[in-house]
């Protein structure tokens, strides 16, 4: 019976006693009049015995008849309300049965309200997250294997460069005294290299744990962007490439942490600067939305492929062609980006063409996050 007024258990049981009662009292009735009608064919027929008096079937038998029918239909009027009853309790417990199996495809109906209907209901969900769990847990697990594999990639290429160059210095006590040098230039260099490759690798699984305490103060982002632009200019200069810095407004406060954004655009120009060699130009542009900053970092040249824009910013994603160039990142810089500017509540995109590859960011000039020690 699926009565979906039912709350409790008890009022179930209630609603079978009271639906058992109910029947009991018809099928009485139809007794009584089923005995009077065979004891007065009887009497008609001039039947007698002892359980027959004069006028009628003896009172006392009548009663015990009335008493054992009414007894057998409740108990079995009873037992066939529960015995349906019961047939959910087995869904139930066969649904728990497939759980515990490590079957967590099929849902167990919710059939009433009662306590059972939410037992069902809560295992149902449970389920849910129980696969949620399992597939982030599939996910992180993934994440983790190719992180390993990426870093051991990422890590080895100097690594094996530095073993080399030594190598063959140690090999060569003859060795001219200015080759020499130059490859424990090399070698040195490739060391610092992998150093910062460490240091990036250190910073982003700080940055993803959120383990790295903000620092947040009022800056002033407008100058900040310019200290960083004046910073790029021998990386500038080096590669002929020209600057424009568009900024409506000088005095654009915002509320964050200035290191981290610092390393958010240095990130952002690194690439510009990167990727952008062969266009001759880098624009920098800072505007006020609301209550929001915008900035935009804007090189050309080299167009992102539409296939490669939605993992950009995945973790050691390296767009093919740049992993062929001699770019020499590991492709943390963009997720790293990202990461900051959700700290900062944040977001950044990016859009690609002949027009220019433009990275936006957009950050709350007050975000309300708490300052933390
Ligand atoms: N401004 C840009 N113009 C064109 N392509 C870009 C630009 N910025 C990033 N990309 C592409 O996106 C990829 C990911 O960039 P990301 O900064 O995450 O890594 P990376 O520069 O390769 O290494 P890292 O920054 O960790 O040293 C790059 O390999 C490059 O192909
Ligand atoms: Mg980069």
């Given at each position: 019976m699926k009565a979906k007024f039912i709350k409790s258990f008890e009022e179930r049981l209630a609603l079978?006693?009271?639906?058992?009662?109910?029947?009991?009292?018809?099928?009485?009735?139809?007794?009584?009049?089923?005995?009077?009608?065979?004891?007065g064919k009887l009497r008609y027929m001039g039947y007698r015995s002892a359980l027959?008096?004069?006028?009628?079937?003896?009172?006392?038998?009548?009663?015990?008849?009335?008493?054992?029918?009414?007894?057998?239909?409740?108990i079995f009027s009873f037992y066939?309300?529960?015995?349906?009853?019961?047939?959910?309790?087995?869904i139930i417990i066969n649904g728990m049965k497939d759980i515990a199996q490590g079957d967590f495809d099929?849902?167990?109906?919710v059939e009433s309200m009662d306590e059972f209907g939410q037992i069902a209901g809560y295992l149902n969900q449970m389920e849910e997250n129980i696969k949620v769990i399992m597939e982030r847990e599939r996910i992180a697990e993934h994440t983790k294997n190719d992180l390993i594999s990426s870093v051991a990639h990422d890590l080895r290429t100097p690594l094996t460069s530095i073993i080399g160059y030594l190598g063959w210095v140690k090999e060569q006590p003859d060795l001219d005294v200015q080759v020499r040098q130059k490859y424990l230039d090399i070698a040195y260099r490739k060391a610092q290299h992998l150093e910062q490759m460490t240091n990036e690798l250190f910073g982003f699984v700080k940055l993803e744990h959120r383990e790295m305490s903000l620092q947040m103060g009022i800056l002033n982002l407008s100058q900040l962007l310019a200290q960083l632009l004046d910073e790029c200019v021998p990386s500038f200069e080096k590669y002929?490439?020209?600057?424009?810095?568009?900024?409506?407004?000088?005095?654009?406060?915002?509320?964050?942490?200035?290191?981290?954004?610092?390393?958010?655009?240095?990130?952002?120009?690194?690439?510009?600067?990167?990727?952008?060699?062969?266009?001759?130009?880098?624009?920098?542009?800072?505007?006020?939305?609301?209550?929001?900053?915008?900035?935009?970092?804007?090189?050309?040249?080299?167009?992102?492929?539409?296939?490669?824009?939605?993992?950009?910013?995945?973790?050691?994603?390296?767009?093919?062609?740049?992993?062929?160039?001699?770019?020499?990142?590991?492709?943390?810089?963009?997720?790293?980006?990202?990461?900051?500017?959700?700290?900062?509540?944040?977001?950044?995109?990016?859009?690609?063409?002949?027009?220019?590859?433009?990275?936006?960011?957009t950050l709350p000039l007050n975000q309300g996050i708490e300052e933390q020690d």
């Open positions: 079978y006693i009271g639906i058992s009662a109910l029947i009991t009292l018809v099928v009485e009735v139809c007794t009584v009049f089923l005995i009077r009608l065979i004891a027959m008096s004069p006028d009628g079937i003896n009172p006392s038998f009548r009663l015990g008849i009335l008493l054992a029918v009414g007894i057998l239909v409740f066939f309300l529960v015995q349906k009853y019961m047939r959910y309790v087995r099929k849902d167990i109906p002929g490439l020209e600057t424009e810095y568009i900024c409506s407004d000088n005095q654009v406060m915002l509320e964050g942490d200035g290191n981290l954004l610092a390393r958010l655009y240095d990130n952002l120009l690194n690439n510009a600067i990167k990727y952008g060699k062969d266009g001759k130009m880098i624009r920098v542009e800072l505007e006020k939305r609301g209550d929001y900053a915008v900035t935009r970092v804007i090189n050309y040249g080299y167009v992102i492929p539409q296939e490669d824009i939605a993992n950009i910013f995945r973790k050691f994603y390296r767009v093919e062609q740049s992993r062929s160039q001699d770019t020499g990142g590991t492709g943390l810089g963009l997720a790293i980006v990202q990461q900051i500017a959700e700290l900062h509540q944040g977001t950044v995109s990016v859009k690609s063409s002949l027009q220019g590859t433009v990275f936006e960011v």
